[in-house]
């Protein structure tokens, strides 16, 4: 009788404790990981290779590329400068040349099949161009391109951004970059 008594109390004592902690789960501090950078929606550039689908048009879809000067050229719509638009931009405009008389009640979808690269120069193991594989960060670039050398200077890195006249500018690891960045190691001297 006593061995069950104790077994109670125990069970008893461990439910306490147990609804104490979830109490106080209830009300405590949100836990915070640092400050969060939003990633902006990729922008079109240069060089990026779009699948562009017109549905029920077979002969206006097709896989295109944005040329050097931004445009694309579509079949009966002509060059449309794309640059600087997100692909959901992109659809809402080509949608709307087509209305005009070309297609009635036009479907658009763009798909973007590969982006610019983003580059990685200076002190790393392999400097290049590496495709970019969803949100990048530096750290995620520096790591494509084969890590930091021995002679990286690791707090002085910076990117040089798209189209920004405001570039290089100081960043972290856990800083975004986005297709066509360059990520700018530097060399220690000491």
Request: charged share 20%; proline share 7%; hydrophobic share 45%.
């Amino acid at each position: 009788m006593a061995t069950i008594r104790r077994s109670l109390h125990l069970i008893s004592e461990i439910a306490a404790v147990a609804g104490l902690l979830m109490i106080a789960g209830c009300v405590g501090p949100a836990i915070t990981t640092g400050p969060q950078q939003a990633a902006a929606p990729t922008q079109l550039g240069a060089g990026d290779r779009l699948r562009i689908i017109v549905f029920g048009q077979n002969q206006l879809s097709g896989d295109f590329f944005v040329a050097d000067d931004g445009d694309i050229s579509l079949p009966l719509v002509g060059r449309m400068h794309v640059a600087g638009m997100t692909a959901a931009d992109a659809e809402q405009a080509i949608r709307r040349r087509l209305a005009n008389g070309i297609v009635k009640e036009p479907v658009v979808n763009i798909d973007v099949v590969s982006y610019r690269p983003v580059y990685v120069v200076g002190e790393v193991a392999r400097p290049g161009g590496y495709e970019p594989t969803g949100q990048m960060d530096v750290i995620n670039a520096v790591a494509l391109a084969g890590g930091y050398t021995y002679r990286a200077r690791r707090d002085e890195v910076s990117v040089l951004r798209a189209g920004d006249p405001n570039s290089p500018v100081p960043v972290t690891d856990t800083t975004p970059v986005g297709p066509g960045d360059v990520v700018v190691v530097p060399e220690r001297w000491f």
